[in-house]
């Protein structure tokens, strides 16, 4: 069964950092483009970042504006989301899925960041 | 700046058949754009439904479909059942390794 499982959210002060962590298993990353999506609560799903399989090539949403960096370990099949200067408006469920055909496939069940 | 959208809500009765949309605000969708679309209910991650236009996600029930309508990306679920009411969300691919997703539609079923 392939699973994604997401860590690292948690309650930072404006101006903070986390690191976020999606580990998989069941399923090998090293072939995969991988994104993160986030999702306030009560609203709608707004793309984050996109990688390529071997972490050459990343993309950002405008909102992003250098304060966010993804990035991919295959050797150890997860994928990360370093954030920094954080803001109220980062606040959100963050969510890590593959890519299939240019779109997400896998999910995982939401790592949550609270910014405040 | 690329906004794709979708009806804020629909309603279907039991057993009826339902078509949102996934459109962009300047231009037309086609199947260059990839559309996905993914459902989903309170407290869940998404569930991926249909991607590239048209194919399947392993498991997904057959009553729903994709397809480009009148320049949109389409998502038609045939007969639908109380279990279907949720928010549907597309995405589009709009290149240079930018993805997009819709507002997303609350679908009812009564």
């Known amino acids: 069964e392939v699973q994604l499982v997401e860590s690292g959210g948690g309650i930072v002060q404006p101006g903070g950092s986390l690191r976020l962590s999606c580990a998989v298993s069941?399923?090998?990353?090293?072939?995969?483009?991988m994104h993160w999506v986030r999702q306030v609560p009560g609203k709608g799903l707004l793309w984050v970042s996109h990688i390529n399989s071997d972490g050459s090539s990343k993309t950002y949403a405008d909102f992003v504006k250098g304060r966010l960096t993804i990035s991919r370990d295959n050797a150890k099949n997860t994928l990360y989301l370093q954030m920094n200067s954080l803001r109220a408006e980062d606040t959100a469920v963050y969510y890590c899925?593959?890519?299939?055909?240019?779109?997400?496939?896998?999910w995982g069940q939401g790592t949550t960041v609270t910014v405040s | 700046q690329t906004v794709v959208t979708q009806e804020p809500s629909f309603s279907v009765s039991p057993g009826g058949t339902v078509t949102l949309t996934c459109g962009l605000s300047s231009g037309s969708v086609s199947t260059s754009y990839y559309p996905s679309w993914y459902q989903q209910t309170p407290g869940q991650p998404p569930r991926t439904l249909i991607y590239n236009t048209n194919t399947h996600s392993p498991g997904v029930p057959i009553r729903f479909s994709g397809s480009i309508l009148g320049g949109k990306a389409a998502l038609t679920i045939t007969g639908a059942q109380a279990e279907d009411e949720s928010d549907y969300y597309c995405v589009l691919y709009v290149a240079g390794g930018i993805w997009v997703f819709g507002g997303g539609t609350k679908l009812t079923v009564l």
């Open positions: 069941g399923f090998t990353i090293s072939n995969s483009w």
């Open positions: 899925a593959t890519d299939l055909s240019y779109g997400m496939d896998l």
